[in-house]
Antibody, heavy 116, light 107 residues
């Protein structure tokens, strides 16, 4: 069974940093492209970042470019999102999602709240 | 970035009804369009990709059509478990973008 489990969310002050993790199981993680997608409270979905299976190709949404860094460790079956210079508008549930174009499996999400 | 606009934003319907949700792209995206269903407190679920291809395990009452800039998601014979919010997503180019969502509610 495919499972994606996010962790690392929490309350952080504006300007602070947080690192999210996504632990994958039930599939060959190193063969799949991965993404982070977020959802602000009561709002719609926003794609955040993409990483290829090898980690050699990365894309970011303009809203996070220069502040967020996506990475992966295929030996540990894990995906990461390093978030720096956090803003109130980054408050959201962050999902990791499998796939290069469409997202066929999603984690349960981890809530990031940016507030003083 | 390509803008995706869904209509309506909300929709009331009854079990057994047929409903259609529309998604319009700000520029042509060929058939690089997916539909997701999301229930409260849950992660989205992929329903349709390539505009009209049903994801494995998705009931056949769901169907999608369209290409270019105009797309539709149709649910024939609504079931109680179909009341949820639906999103379209373009994957023609990065940044991938979603529509704002259509909330399907029980009448």
């Amino acid at each position: 069974e495919v499972q994606l489990v996010e962790s690392g969310g929490g309350l952080v002050q504006p300007g602070g940093s947080l690192r999210l993790s996504c632990a994958a199981s039930g599939f060959t993680f190193s063969s799949y492209e991965m993404n982070w997608v977020r959802q602000a409270p009561g709002k719609g979905l926003e794609w955040v970042s993409y990483i290829s299976s090898s980690g050699s190709t990365i894309y970011y949404a303009d809203s996070v470019k220069g502040r967020f860094t996506i990475s992966r460790d295929n030996a540990k079956n894990s995906l990461y999102l390093q978030m720096n210079s956090l803003r109130a508008e980054d408050t959201a549930v962050y999902y990791c999602a499998r796939g290069g174009f469409t997202f066929d499996y999603w984690g349960q999400g981890t809530l990031v709240t940016v507030s003083s | 970035a390509i803008r995706m606009t869904q209509s309506p934003s909300s929709l009331s319907a009854s079990t057994g009804d047929r409903v259609t949700i529309t998604c319009r792209a700000s520029q042509g995206i060929s058939s690089y369009l997916a539909w997701y269903q999301q229930k409260p407190g849950k992660a989205p679920k992929l329903l349709i990709y390539a505009a009209s291809t049903l994801q494995s395990g998705v009931p056949s009452r769901f169907s999608g059509s369209g290409s270019g800039t105009d797309f539709t998601l149709t649910i024939s014979c609504l079931q109680s478990e179909d009341f949820a919010t639906y999103y379209c997503q373009q994957y023609y180019s990065y940044s991938y973008t979603f529509g704002q969502g259509t909330k399907l509610e029980i009448k």
